[in-house]
């Protein structure tokens, strides 16, 4: 099946870094890739859309300056926290789709971000 | 607006079946998934049926949908430990690649 992979699985860093996600999509061309948040013991919250070639959609509520998304390629999408600061500790996920209408997201493993 | 329900927790013993259930409150919904998460891992996608469709079968999973009732269930057959996780049931209204709209997500623990 279709499988997306996400690096760092887990990442421990100070206060004021910033921290730079990557997801791919390994066997298929991600026209669209999309980027959750997940609090623990909570559903994901989606932060943003990604379509490859365009600037990211954001929802409502997320900093679209403190969350870099960029898709520069049909496998590749990347989301860097800026400063991040312990209060954007949390499981970040992706998930990526063709644009095949029949074809559903595949979510990578997820990224656990732990900011001291 | 749209919105998913579940409920929040199931516990069973090995080898019962497990039944996970869904409420939708969108009937333009076009896409209906059942993802599993374990503890620290991504999301799986386990199955997923058209709204055209009342039930597909996948090995120990059955999936029914009831669009009159806007209904979705996951049946496993056979449970095993190695099936508690949370699963999540998801919607989306028009494409494979539009936005998913998420339940909160059912634990389920099996006992041995």
Not at chain 1, 11 to 20: D, E, H, M, P
Not at chain 2, 89 to 111: I, N, R
Request: hydrophobic fraction near 35%; proline fraction near 3%; include cysteine.
């Amino acid at each position: 099946g279709a499988v997306v992979s996400q690096h760092p699985s887990w990442v421990i860093c100070k206060s004021g870094t910033s921290v730079k996600i990557e997801c791919r999509s390994l066997d298929f061309q991600a026209t669209t890739m999309f980027w959750y948040r997940q609090f623990p013991k909570q559903s994901l919250m989606l932060m943003a859309t990604s379509n490859e070639g365009s600037k990211a959609t954001y929802e409502q509520g997320v900093e679209k300056d403190k969350f870099l998304i960029n898709h520069a390629s049909l496998t590749l999408s990347t989301l860097t926290v800026t400063s991040a600061h312990p209060e954007d500790s949390s499981f970040y996920i992706c998930s990526a789709s063709s644009q095949v209408a029949t074809q559903p997201q595949h979510f990578g493993d997820g990224t656990r971000l732990s900011i001291l | 607006g749209e919105d998913v329900e579940q409920s929040l927790f199931l516990s069973v013993r090995e080898g019962d079946s497990s039944v996970i259930n869904c409420t939708y409150t969108d009937s333009s919904s076009t896409y209906l998934y059942w993802y599993k998460q374990e503890p620290g891992a991504g999301l799986q996608l386990l199955t997923y049926i058209f709204s055209n469709m009342d039930m597909k079968q996948d090995q120990r999973l059955t999936v029914l949908l009831n669009k009159k009732d806007k209904h979705l269930s996951l049946r496993i057959a056979d449970t095993q430990t190695g099936d508690s996780a949370i699963y999540f049931c998801a919607e989306t209204l028009s494409s494979g690649y539009s936005t998913l709209t998420f339940g909160k997500g059912t634990m389920l623990l099996v006992s041995p």
